[in-house]
């Protein structure tokens, strides 16, 4: 099995399902491609149906997308507990997670992650002055506050645990954006996070071990 991603410092798309396959443990080979080189591009567009990563290749087929692969490892690995047992916040979960997938367009387009503005290093960035992501950022904050107020107390940290308690698909999915809040420095107290709530959580996020390892590897530790 073989994982192909974009590169580890800015690729918010491969460290999602990378997230994913770490919780799984699962055997896989990871191949990084600088899509920004002559070569890593080519070498992109003829592995990848789509053009893009990430990529998962496995048993000879090719699955790509990020969300295709997370949903992939969650019927080959029903025991990694990718999603909350309980019905209803594992519906909330996945509805938390398949909007990060297609939403928040403004707030991704000003918080851009590429070599200027990397997921990780020591590079920062003041937070953009706009309508448009002032209202994603609301939304972002108003959600993860809803749900970890509703599942959060069910994880293993008191006060200070993942969107529903235990680690799940929604949390990877999340993991970017509480890299863009740290690199841009946005205040969530500014955007409805009056007592920290959506603050804490992105902490949780930027402090989860294979996320640390991931960060790691992109700056050569």
């Given at each position: 099995m073989e994982l192909i991603i974009g590169p580890r410092r800015f690729s918010t798309w491969s460290l999602r399902p990378w997230l994913v396959l770490m919780r799984c443990r699962a055997d896989v080979a990871v191949r990084e491609l600088d899509f920004n080189t002559a070569e890593g591009h080519a070498e992109m567009l003829a592995r990848s149906p789509s053009g893009l990563v990430p990529v998962l290749k496995v048993e000879g087929e090719t699955i790509w997308d990020s969300l295709a692969i997370a949903l992939w490892c969650e019927e080959r690995y029903p025991d990694a507990g990718l999603w909350p047992t309980d019905p209803v916040a594992r519906?909330?979960?996945r509805s938390a997670a398949y909007e990060m997938h297609g939403g928040?367009?403004?707030?991704?387009?000003?918080?851009?992650?590429?070599?200027?503005?990397?997921?990780?290093?020591?590079?920062?960035?003041?937070?953009?002055?706009d309508?448009?992501?002032?209202?994603d950022l609301r939304?972002?904050?108003?959600?993860?506050?809803?749900?970890?107020s509703r599942f959060g107390h069910s994880g293993p940290q008191e006060g200070a645990g993942f969107l529903f308690g235990s680690w799940s698909v929604a949390d990877a999915f999340f993991t970017p954006m509480a890299t863009r809040i740290r690199h841009y420095q946005i205040h969530l107290s500014q955007h409805g996070d009056d007592d920290g709530v959506a603050a804490a959580y992105v902490g949780t996020l930027l402090a989860q071990p294979d996320f640390l390892s991931w960060e790691a590897e992109a700056l050569g530790g």
């Open positions: 519906g909330l979960a928040f367009g403004a707030l991704r387009t000003a918080c851009t992650m590429n070599r200027d503005h990397p997921m990780v290093g020591d590079v920062r960035s003041a937070p953009p002055s309508p448009a992501v002032a209202a939304r972002l904050v108003g959600l993860w506050r809803e749900m970890r």
